[in-house]
């Protein structure tokens, strides 16, 4: 869709205030991350980081926005048992929700984030591969949260 403000969510005739953080992802169907590559010596930042290389052997100040790859293996994993700060915005009452460390898959970097509702803690091994995934938050704003293949 072209309209940022209106944008399809998982379900089917529902649509979603935008994104919580623009930029941070796209709103395809089939999301990717979106990060920054330095030019110089190839490394990944996610979030995109702009200033200057954070590679100790690389002076290199340019860089390129890339898609990151949408799939890794689960590294590690936890639970939120209490809801955190703004600008998230939380059900009433709170559910605890898992999150989870993911190395990317061609970047074989560790990304965090919240796992998708109806998968507990209970439910994640590591090693699985993990999907990036688009949710609604109960205000109706997009997030990226990561789903078991």
């Known amino acids: 869709m072209n309209d940022a403000a209106q944008v399809r969510t998982e379900t089917p005739g529902t649509y979603a205030a935008g994104p919580l953080l623009p930029g941070w992802h796209t709103l395809d169907e089939n999301p990717h991350l979106l990060g920054a590559r330095c030019k110089a010596c190839g490394t990944y930042y996610f979030p995109k980081q702009v200033t200057f290389c954070r590679n100790p052997e690389c002076s290199g100040e340019a860089f390129e926005e890339v898609q990151l790859s949408?799939?890794?293996?689960?590294?590690?994993?936890?639970n939120a048992c209490y809801a955190p700060p703004e600008p998230f915005v939380a059900a009433d009452p709170y559910e605890p929700f898992a999150i989870a460390a993911v190395?990317?898959?061609k970047e074989k970097m560790i990304v965090l984030g919240p796992v998708v509702r109806g998968v507990g803690v209970g439910k994640l091994r590591a090693g699985m591969t993990m999907e990036l995934a688009l949710e609604a938050l109960t205000d109706g704003k997009l997030t990226w949260k990561w789903k078991p293949l």
């Open 70 to 78: 949408r799939t890794g293996k689960l590294w590690s994993w936890t």
């Open 103 to 105: 190395e990317l898959s």
